[in-house]
């Protein structure tokens, strides 16, 4: 798919004017983490804040826009092999936290020592990555795309070229999921379906909705991956902020800054953390035996009851079902079943509503429910 087609899907379309909402400042948002490093929680309560607090290395923006200025200005007048060579081993150096001891620095650093001519190789990867034309075929043997080597296209096209790192890489999801929810789709759309890699130590940057389709998949080491997906944020990105220049409330000067805001914002979410893939797998309980000791827990109930509804919405603009009605499914008692499904949040942050419309007298036993999509 070229840009143009890209950017004119639909559903990619109606996303960038979400995006160009928040950029603008029309919209806002409710995220929080503790920071580990400052040993503080901080909270973002529109995008803007994560710009307005960004910090890395220890320094704040304008300290870090100093040494990326350097870095961009090298890669400008690098007129040598030699000097293209090492404006790519410092920006690795850079992208790494000022170390030479990750894995994210060494392996980057390694891979181009054995190139023949690392600045044609960049040079060639950059073209097909700044195409209008996505061609990723030889990322993964004769290019690279990586947390590591995005600092280094960014830095050769600093006007177009975002970074895309697992901290940006999970804002942006966590802004996509936010779309939909707001939109009421209970997938990730096609081409909104952008990769994501695992944070270090205890951050969470997989966000999900637990239960439902409002998840992503992961880059790990594919190239390709990671390459797509960055196109198609640079593309996104681009747009939203083009889109949200003559917005009064906003604030934002370039993509870099909105690119600094992301990736504040996607430190950690643990309220969005991916949970034991043997509670999310609903689909094959039909067809499941079931001991008379097996447990059926809350988390259970709820995340089989959504995929209920889920599929139920697909047919039509409501569904009704019974406890009695999981329980054939699960197994387990219909009170614990009822005390389960008394939880309106998790099925509200998936757009839906769900409501009692029949009870027995005692309150307990047989409950018939109905669920749509949320107004």
Known sequence: MNKNDYLSNPEVAEFINFLASMISGDMS???KYFDRKLRKEIEFESLYCGFDKYHWNGSDYQTNKSDVDLLVKKFKTSNTKESFYQACTETLYWGAGNTDKLKLYTSNKEWLDNVNDVQKNITEALELLTNSNIDVNN???KYRSNAGFTKIYAFIKPDTFIIYDSRVAAALAYLIILFCQKTQRF??????QIKLAKGQGNSNRLPEIAGTELKFKEWGSNHKAHAISNVWANWIITEAFNKS????????NNIREVEAALFMIGYDFPELKPKDDSKDKVENYSTRSRSKDSKVTADLVRTFALQLIKEGLKKGPSIEFTSSDIRKELGGDLTAICSALKKPTFFSQSGVTLEIIDTPPSGLGKVTYRAKKAA
Do not use: M, T
Request: aromatic share 16%; no cysteine.
């Open 29 to 31: 948002l409710n995220h």
């Open 187 to 192: 997938e990730i759309p096609e081409y909104l």
């Open 245 to 252: 220049k003559g917005a009064s409330r906003n604030k934002f």
């Open 139 to 141: 990322f993964g043997n």
